[in-house]
């Protein structure tokens, strides 16, 4: 149940939550009774919340159907992974530049080592990890615009509306790569290996 004065904005919170989770999944009808009474609001905030989500490109509204999870075509994924490509090259270089560059490198670090000689990886898991560690690179680029741009676009959601375009064996050496160049410090090349992780993926999906 949920308690507050803004509850549109609780709401926004929660669904979006449950989207990024994929507790709701691409082209799901959102039942707005169901989802009212569960959140313990009426029909008024959560339109608000739906319409806020909507700006996002997080949920559409059907004639006939109502309101859906969106559902990404190809293109629209290839063009989140391009942004990836120039945004996500941007932080890895500004981290590479941040006097606390080893330390941020073992934080990324520590998100996939439990996969390091793994013989058989848990896709799921890594999905999880690999988004964890994409919104890490975000968070710790420490440039408002960048963060900003990605709750605007949320282009990470867009780029996992299929699930992993890649292997996990093949991703998990090119972000052992990006966070190594990380804790050299190297900026140019911590862009650079950023940048090829994303079109690699766009080849793929091409």
């Known amino acids: 149940m949920i308690k507050h004065l803004d509850l549109s904005q609780q709401a926004y919170i929660e669904i979006k939550k449950q989207i990024f989770n994929r507790d709701l999944i691409p082209g799901q009808k959102l ?3 169901k989802i009212a009474l569960k959140l313990g609001i009426s029909k008024m ?3 608000k919340a739906l319409q806020m989500l909507e700006s996002e490109l997080l949920v559409e509204f059907m004639p006939r159907r109502g309101y859906i999870v969106k559902d990404y075509d190809r293109n629209e994924q290839i063009d989140a992974f391009e942004c990836r490509e120039v945004l996500e090259g941007l932080a890895a270089r500004k981290l590479a530049k941040n006097p606390n560059h080893k330390e941020i490198a073992n934080k990324l670090y520590a998100i996939f080592e439990p996969f390091k000689n793994s013989p058989a990886i848990d896709k799921e898991a890594y999905r999880l990890a690999d988004q964890n560690f994409h919104n890490t690179i975000c968070e ?3 440039n408002s615009v960048l963060k900003k741009l990605d709750v605007l676009g949320n282009y ?3 780029t996992y509306s299929y699930g992993l375009v890649r292997q996990p064996e ?3 050496l ?3 790569e990006i966070i190594e160049a990380i804790r050299e410090g190297n900026s140019k ?3 650079k290996v950023m940048r090829k992780h994303a ?3 766009i080849d793929i999906m091409k």
């Open 45 to 47: 905030p959560l339109h």
């Open 31 to 33: 039942a707005q009774d």
């Open 170 to 172: 093949e991703t998990l």
């Open 156 to 158: 990470l959601v867009l």
């Open 199 to 201: 079109s690699n993926s």
């Open 140 to 142: 710790f680029s420490n």
């Open 189 to 191: 090349k911590a862009e």
């Open 174 to 176: 090119e972000h052992f």
